[in-house]
């Protein structure tokens, strides 16, 4: 084949390729309100924590604050990933911000400690849907390629909630109280539901399914079983009691059930073929660590600056901005980055040892550290969650099939949820199971008894409540500090494990090329799924070579000899209609068209991922021409070539409908002898390959 000329695509796979046209704009957006509606209730609550626990009690269940939002979370988020590929996104959507604001109502009304926690379980339906939804809708309107840029401006609609959220949070608490934090970011919700409602429309095509009823409570189940006594663990319940044991060992019982009943399904809700894939399983462990070393940072470095450094919630929100304004500058660099290079696994694998080096120097603080030295570590890991805590999603939606777009991005999002409950539950242990021993070793001999005898108890809430603080004398005050200090600083130690683990994980990805479409290339192995039910007489499997197969991988390597061959046939100067058919192709440039149709049928017939991805963009040019008024040819050759084949006048064949030869000779099948000339023909196509080469 003649080395075609230099050419770049002039038809992109819709705007993807190039920028969203307006409809997906106004989408994009809302989905940006929702984001933000969810993603502001985490950090708005931060700087507050403290100061709720100390007022409502129950600073030995600090951690349920955070994590019965994230338990209900992750329930919810593969159950409603799985939901929204069979009845459509739009209405889970919805619901998902009416379900949230319900639970924003009650936790500000909350009477009591476990009222509000049944509340942020509440709130935590709403997030594990609008969380994954809004990654996976992106994933149903923008290509891989151009995917990077805007998951990293959805990064950064995280980030601006990271640095509005504490310092909003702070101010409210000091200024209003804590229950107004859940009733201000009523207004953004309902701005996000009118704006969803009135622009997401997106198509969607209900097919017949059968939904996993078992498979939905069974996760359930083992979800509860499971997280409720790691996070109860070392409080509540000791770790080797029949509550903690009893509970474990029936989480495993269900858990093997579950994998059962999966492996039988028609339609799993987390279908258990996806975890083949090695880029999703290892990107899924690092997304788990990586939420485990974030929300450890998140949760417990507000207690750090106002239990140990002795700041108001409000400054304690100011202390966290400068993390968060590094999370959200990198997120956003790192979208553009890998929308221009096309490569992500570097730059993850740098963003993981940054936030290993901040989590180090967060394990260095002690008591006498100052508030710059907590805000140079915050930063220093802020860029490395900013450069690597989207990405793991990108990698998954470029290496899932399309039809399993919705679950394997929610399958991501759940990992990443289970990541930060488990994450906050363990630290939260960590912290709370060696602090009383912490505090007692630091306060003066006899102290901790004189307070019990005047009635004041002395433990890590006593330096969150401003109100009790200013009546414990200074030496009180600086044996908890530094009891807590000694608690956190093992916290932040054990922080360096999920590190560890997420870098190994992310070194072991295998970086696939990013898509410049929407679709996805069918993976490995569809031509045995698409063959299983042909008949052969040995113990090979039949491939068929036509139409009659359906799009099987030796169909299209098939169809890419073809066009090969086509584009050759148009350059040697003796088929003057094809030449003509192939400069349509080239948009009236023959070399074009013979050149795009030779990077198709590259695209075709490789099966180098690199080279395919390269070409794609050539592929999807010739694929769109067929969506010309008329069909890729103009009207004079299409008239040429209907009348050269006929034996009659050519008015006669374009102004009458000719009865066919099925209809006259009912004998005849037509499909059948299709079936014989793709067989032949097939024949032929390897055959003229092989004498060309």
Known sequence: ?????????????????????????????????????????????????????????????????ATAAMLVSAITVPIVGKLSDIYGRRGFYLGGLVVFMLGSVLSGLAPNFWWLIAARAIQGAGMGTLMPLSQTIIGDIISPRQRGKYQGLMGGVFGISSILGPLVGGFVTDNWGWRWLFFISLPVGVAA??????????????????????????????????????????????????????????????????????????????PLHLFRSSI?????????????????????????????????ATNSGLILMPMSVAMIGLSIIAGLVITKTGRYKLQTLFGLL??????????????????????????VFGIGLGIAMQVYTLIVQNAAARRDLGIATASTQFFRNVGSTV??????????????????????????????????????????????????????????????????NAVFLWGLVPFALALVATV????????????????????????????????????????????????????GLRLGLLADAALRGDRPLLARAVTEVGDGDLDRGAALLARTSRMLTTEDNTVAAETEPFAVEVAALAKRAGGLLTADLRRELVTAVAERDAATVMTTVEPTVAERHEAVDIGLLE???????AAYLVDAVRARS
């Open 354 to 379: 940054l936030m290993g080096a901040g989590f180090w120097m967060l394990v260095r603080l002690d008591y006498e550290a100052s508030e710059l030295d907590l805000t140079v570590a915050m930063v």
């Open 508 to 559: 072991f990805i295998k970086e696939l090329p990013l898509r410049n479409t929407v679709h996805t290339v069918d993976e490995a192995g569809r031509e045995l799924l698409d063959t299983m039910g042909q008949t052969a007489p040995s113990d090979e499997i039949q491939v068929p070579l036509g139409r009659d197969g359906g799009n099987t991988r030796t169909h299209e390597r098939l169809l």
């Open 280 to 312: 999703f399983t290892l990107s899924n462990i690092a997304s788990f660590m990586v939420s485990v070393m974030m929300f450890g940072a998140m949760i417990y470095l507000p207690v750090y600056a106002q239990g140990v450094l002795g700041v108001s």
């Open 193 to 270: 539901y009118l704006g969803i409602s009135r622009f997401l429309h997106l198509e969607h095509v209900r097919e017949p399914t059968v939904i996993d009823r078992a498979g939905i409570g069974l996760l359930a189940l083992t979800l509860v079983l499971v997280l409720v006594p790691v996070s109860l663990g070392g409080t509540t319940w000791a770790w080797g009691s029949a509550e903690v044991i009893g509970m474990l060992a029936a989480g495993a019982l269900t858990l093997v059930a579950f994998i059962a009943v999966e492996r039988r399904a028609v339609e799993p809700v987390l």
């Open 1 to 65: 084949m003649p080395r075609p000329p230099a050419l770049a695509p002039s038809v992109t796979p819709g705007d993807a390729a190039t920028g969203l046209d307006p409809q997906s704009r106004r989408i994009f957006g809302a989905l940006m309100l929702g984001m933000l509606v969810a993603s502001i209730s985490q950090t708005i609550v931060g700087p507050a924590m403290p100061r709720i626990v100390a007022e409502l009690g129950g600073m030995d269940h600090y951690s349920w604050l």
């Open 675 to 681: 079936a014989v000339g793709d067989d032949l023909t």
């Open 423 to 488: 994450g906050t539950a363990v630290f939260g242990t960590i912290m709370a199971g060696g602090l009383a021993a912490n505090i007692a070793v630091h306060l003066p001999p006899g102290a901790a008894e004189r307070l019990a005898a005047s009635g004041q108890e002395v433990d890590a809430g006593s330096v969150l409540d401003p109100s009790v603080l200013a009546n414990l004398p200074a030496e009180v005050v600086a044996g908890v500090q530094r009891g807590l200090a000694d608690s956190l």
